[in-house]
T-cell receptor, first 111, second 113 residues
Framework: RKEVEQDPGPFNVPEGATVAFNCTYS??????FFWYRQDCRKEPKLLMSVYSSGNEDGRFTAQLNRASQYISLLIRDSKLSDSATYLC????????????FGIGTKLQVIP | NAGVTQTPKFQVLKTGQSMTLQCAQDMNHNSMYWYRQDPGMGLRLIYY???????DKGEVPNGYNVSRLNKREFSLRLESAAPSQTSVYFC????????????FGQGTRLTVV
């Protein structure tokens, strides 16, 4: 079983729609959780951290469910500029900062 | 405010040739990483360096060597390139104490023919 699993998509949604991605992780010792965004042929960039209490940044909401070992990302009122691949990232310490990336979920927002 | 600088951006090699990918960060991070990204595989860790003077293997180290020259620089060397090493390579660094908040270089698109 992969340490971090994501549905690769693609998710094709119309502008203005709400879309949600989930990501599951297998290691219960995982400590920190993030969503990264990667545009085509570009490097990944941090989108937002994910906290147990849930957190919101404008149209983006991230949540963590430790009991079920998954994190989610909700995007409201999708924009064309949201089209990208969203990477789920899980990290923990263990001699070094072990950072594991999911394969990413591709989102295509359609006019 | 350069962040993580990675060179070259593109490279084509013949099978058996060698090359070194350079990475430098100016954020005073202790930890640096080399990943490769292939379609359907996501980012896979090749080597990492938890601090200056130390390096360790990641998930897919075969065919690669690394050198942590100083705190700023972490290079990746392919001694004898193979077509299976055709990939996009990313260098990343992490802020000490902030698990997972990684900063990436722009990537190197390597093709081995």
């Amino acid at each position: 079983r992969k340490e971090v699993e994501q549905d690769p998509g693609p998710f094709n949604v119309p502008e203005g729609a709400t879309v949600a991605f989930n990501c599951t992780y297998s290691n219960s010792a995982s400590q920190s959780f993030f969503w990264y965004r990667q545009d085509c042929r570009k490097e990944p960039k941090l989108l937002m951290s994910v906290y147990s209490s849930g957190n919101e940044d404008g149209r983006f909401t991230a949540q963590l469910n430790r009991a079920s070992q998954y994190i989610s990302l909700l995007i409201r009122d999708s924009k064309l500029s949201d089209s990208a691949t969203y990477l789920c990232v899980v990290s923990r310490s263990g001699g070094y900062q072990k950072v594991t990336f999911g394969i990413g979920t591709k989102l295509q927002v359609i006019p | 405010n350069a962040g993580v600088t990675q060179t070259p951006k593109f490279q084509v090699l013949k099978t058996g040739q060698s090359m070194t990918l350079q990475c430098a960060q100016d954020m005073n991070h202790n930890s640096m990483y080399w990943y490769r990204q292939d379609p359907g595989m996501g980012l896979r860790l090749i080597y990492y360096s938890a601090s200056e003077g130390t390096t360790d293997k990641g998930e897919v180290p075969n065919g690669y060597n690394v050198s942590r020259l100083n705190k700023r620089e972490f290079s990746l060397r392919l001694e004898s390139a193979a077509p299976s090493q055709t990939s996009v390579y990313f260098c990343a660094s992490l802020e000490t104490g902030k698990l997972g908040e990684a900063f990436f270089g722009q990537g190197t698109r390597l093709t081995v023919v």
